[in-house]
Nanobody
Framework: QVQLVESGGGLAQPGGSLRLSCAAS????????MGWFRQAPGKEREFVAR???????YYADSVKGRFTLSRNGAKNTVYLQMNSLKPEDTAVYYC???????????????WGQGTQVTVSS
């Protein structure tokens, strides 16, 4: 019953930036952990970043130092700021909610619709 509305994807040049947003129902922040995943053509869905109920963040090694996950509790929205983008970042990006603190996609109960991110020169 948790609703996730994702936006912000698009086209960026290598070295550029994009900011993804995920608006969630009010209960999401009180009862669920939030995460970001991505899936490129021909590849499995992979973990990108996540945030705990207390606000601690965790990142995949491939995006550390470039991506930043943040949360606006008043708006029940989480963000993924993506800087220094690389062509390898091209994928469909999904926000998700889980009852567990996990990097594993299979443990997330609810998913957004996905938004395409393309990094190309």
């Amino acid at each position: 019953q948790v609703q996730l509305v994702e936006s912000g994807g698009g086209l960026a040049q290598p070295g550029g930036s994009l900011r993804l947003s995920c608006a969630a129902s009010g209960r999401t922040f009180r009862s669920y952990y939030m995460g970001w995943f991505r899936q490129a053509p021909g590849k499995e869905r992979e973990f990108v970043a996540r945030i705990t109920l207390s606000g601690s963040t965790y990142y995949a090694d491939s995006v550390k130092g470039r991506f930043t996950l943040s949360r606006n509790g008043a708006k029940n929205t989480v963000y993924l700021q993506m800087n220094s983008l690389k062509p390898e970042d091209t994928a469909v990006y999904y926000c998700a909610a889980s009852s567990y603190s996990s990097n594993t996609a299979g443990q997330y109960n609810y998913w957004g619709q996905g938004t395409q991110v393309t990094v190309s020169s």
